[in-house]
């Protein structure tokens, strides 16, 4: 199942909002509808949070059905809120922005090639993945140059052949290329996807639509 969605009218919705298989976390702000949507497309709980104070919610998280990775600015009390639902830890260093530095879902990760090594010990212990560093496009924001579901992946059009075979060695998974919100290749900035469905962000065209849902699997209603 697929929708098109924008937070606040912005269509950058990952930068706002994570998901995983079961669990999205979303801005405190979110409206009812956009929380209903989220819903019943992806089937997830919705979690209303921030992070120090921040909406940016996409940005600074990430996570996979074993929990989420939250940035180092989280307040004890926005990181409690969270761990009610599912466990949640925060990433400590420089690249701490957990979304635009990390690709993961539930068996591997990709992460910021200068990501410290103690980082990604943390992402391989408290995620349960094998972890390895790249680039997609040349980008080290991995996290935002592509969506990764259980089911496949999709990257930014820049990607090269060495880095689409790295992925999809890494993954397991097939890999497709596309675009969101009128040709933006930052594709985890635009879409937020599972192994139930995607919402795009509300400028994305029918015809991106049709190469996100052909490349993720999921089906038409």
């Not at 924001?141 to 990257?155: D, E, F, P, R, Y």
């Amino acid at each position: 199942m697929h929708n098109k969605a924008s937070y606040k009218s912005n269509s950058v919705i990952g930068v706002f909002i994570r998901c995983t298989e079961d669990f999205t976390l979303v801005p405190r702000e979110a409206d009812y509808d956009l929380i209903r949507l989220i819903e019943g497309t992806l089937h997830t709980t919705v979690i209303p949070v921030s992070v120090d104070g921040s909406s940016v919610i996409g940005s600074l998280s990430c996570g996979n059905s074993t929990g989420f990775l939250i940035s180092e600015r989280v307040t004890d009390t926005e990181l409690n809120e969270i761990k009610r639902h599912i466990p949640a830890k925060r990433l400590n260093g420089i690249l701490n922005t957990a979304g635009n530095n990390i690709l993961v879902n539930d068996t591997a990760a990709l992460v910021n090639p200068n990501m410290s090594d103690r980082a990604v010990e943390k992402v391989h212990e408290f995620l349960g993945v094998d972890v390895y560093r790249g680039t997609i496009a040349g980008l080290k924001t991995v996290g935002m140059a592509a969506c990764a579901t259980n089911k496949s992946i999709l990257v930014h059009p820049g990607i090269n052949q060495y880095e689409l075979d790295q992925l999809e060695k890494i993954f397991g998974l097939p890999v497709d290329i596309g675009t969101v919100n009128m040709g933006i290749p930052l594709i985890g900035s635009g879409l937020l996807a599972n192994s139930k469905g995607f919402i795009a962000g509300g400028e994305t065209t029918g015809h991106e639509i049709g190469r996100i849902e052909d490349a993720l699997g999921t089906i038409h209603l």
